[in-house]
């Protein structure tokens, strides 16, 4: 599902409206959240394809695959970040897209962060993180993504 109409970019420094594939992959029924976030990157310029609940790591994939995505966001609560995640960029590699940025976002401890990170997992964002800090990182990680290309 597309989450409403793409607007001009209101972010300053980015060039284009990038194209995000937002997920809640496993079996987390939790949506208000990965919601909350798709509309405020929807809301910042960005191209959002939200995949809805109880979506496979390949699933997650073929969709950023399908769509030409920049980035994919993952959303989890339900602790099953440390395999769902990594499972997501190894299915991503598979396909040939490595260069696509991986973030994510739920009730994650410090540690994991760290181990997610180590594992391709650019950035992870938990709660209390605000919309402005996700979309202003997101486009500043994909605009830096772009210039070095």
């Known amino acids: 599902m597309r989450v409403g109409q793409q607007h001009p970019s209101s972010i300053d420094g980015m060039e284009r409206p990038y194209r995000v594939v937002v997920a809640k992959p496993g079996l987390d029924g939790h949506d208000r959240g990965v919601k909350v976030i ?27 695959m399908q769509e030409d995505a920049d980035a994919c966001g993952l959303s989890v609560l339900s602790g099953a970040h440390m395999t769902l995640f990594p499972r997501v960029v190894e299915e991503l590699a598979a396909r040939g897209l490595e260069d696509v940025l991986v973030f994510g976002g739920g009730i994650i401890p410090n540690d994991d962060i760290t181990a997610l990170k180590s594992q391709g997992v650019a950035g992870v964002f938990t709660p209390g993180a605000s919309m402005d800090d996700i979309t202003a990182w997101l486009a500043a990680e994909l605009a830096s993504r772009d210039a070095s290309d």
Do not use: K
């Not at 910042?44 to 394809?49: L, M, R, S, T, Y």
């Open 38 to 64: 798709a509309r405020a990157l929807r809301d910042a310029g960005f191209e959002v394809i939200y995949t809805g609940l109880f979506q496979t790591p390949e699933q997650v994939a073929e969709a950023v």
